[in-house]
């Protein structure tokens, strides 16, 4: 049993291995229907239980589909729902229960500590999707495309984030760090990358560079990332921010100065950060890279099972 919390805590090799093991089940995908099981159903009887604490959309049809395609079955809990929002339940008796009918637990968090202490008590893996501090599962499956579509491995290309400092781009910098590749962080001096994130890139031996001007950020690009600048529960004066964001805004002249088959990035869903005529451009890579995500949850959860090829 492993589980699956932040990038920075996981094997480079294991992450490596996931990686694979998509590749060769995507390939092996090709002539079966979206809810066709894989050959041995190498999760049959196996009941992954997903909790949303905040929206979500990718994350819970592609952990829904994943578990399918390997023969076992999900269900998704709202905590509204629960003794453990309403009733007054405790985490550690909700991790019995949880542990007792389910074999997995896929969390989307509004607090880091529910996961440490949901960890601390279950007795079946559990998988981070999405909290405040990080978004492994988005950025592992965002390599997995980059490395498709560019058809070489991540560490020979050039990475650039332009945006919010988030915690998808916490999650972009540990991979950095993960899979050796250059990342650029182009964003305004008021939003830089979380020092606590750097320090340990650092000590890692790995340089995050950073810039104020968006120009230089993407520079000889090959792959541009961006999310939206207003989170979900955004607690900031919104037009105050906005305006702070506007000469990061991904534009045609922006991508002119990357590289010509530079591809573009977002983890979805958008804002105004990035103009229409990039999102729907040949570039942009954005339904190919929410798609990719089932491929990566598949072997994300087989890693958790211990199943991994």
């Known amino acids: 049993m492993k589980n699956f919390i932040d990038l920075k805590n996981l094997p480079a090799s294991d992450l490596r291995k996931i990686l694979n093991d998509a590749k060769k089940r995507k390939k092996l995908r090709n002539k079966l229907n979206t809810l066709d099981v894989d050959k041995g159903s190498p999760l049959k009887g196996k009941l992954l239980i997903q909790m949303f604490e905040k929206s979500s959309l990718r994350t819970r049809l592609s952990f829904y589909l994943a578990i399918k395609q390997l023969g076992g079955s999900t269900l998704t809990l709202r905590p509204d729902e629960l003794h453990l929002s309403t009733g007054g339940e405790s985490i550690e008796d909700t991790s019995k229960i949880l542990s007792t009918f389910g074999n997995a637990f896929m969390l989307r968090t509004d607090d880091d500590k529910k996961i440490d202490e949901f960890k601390k008590f279950l007795s079946i893996p559990i998988i981070n999707g999405l909290s ?113 964001f506007e000469r990061f805004k991904i534009t045609k002249k922006l991508i002119s100065y990357a590289r010509k088959d530079c591809i573009f990035l977002h983890c979805l869903p958008r804002g105004k950060e990035v103009d229409e005529n990039v999102f729907y451009s040949k570039q942009s890579k954005v339904w190919h890279q929410a798609f990719n995500r089932v491929h990566v949850q598949k072997s994300i959860l087989l890693y958790c099972f211990g199943k991994l090829r």
């Open 132 to 244: 405040p501090s990080s978004h492994p599962t988005q950025i592992l499956s965002d390599i997995f495309t980059v490395e498709e579509i560019k058809k070489k491995p991540v560490s020979k290309l050039n990475i650039t984030w332009i945006g919010d400092s988030n915690n998808v781009l916490n999650s972009l910098i540990a991979a950095s760090v993960k899979f050796s590749f250059r990342l650029n962080v182009g964003c305004p001096k008021k939003y830089q990358p979380d020092k606590k994130i750097l320090d340990w890139a650092k000590k890692a031996n790995k340089k995050i560079y950073i810039f104020n001007d968006p120009k230089k950020a993407v520079l000889n690009a090959d792959v541009i990332f961006s999310d939206k600048v207003i989170s979900l529960n955004d607690k900031v004066n919104k037009k105050k921010k906005l305006k702070h």
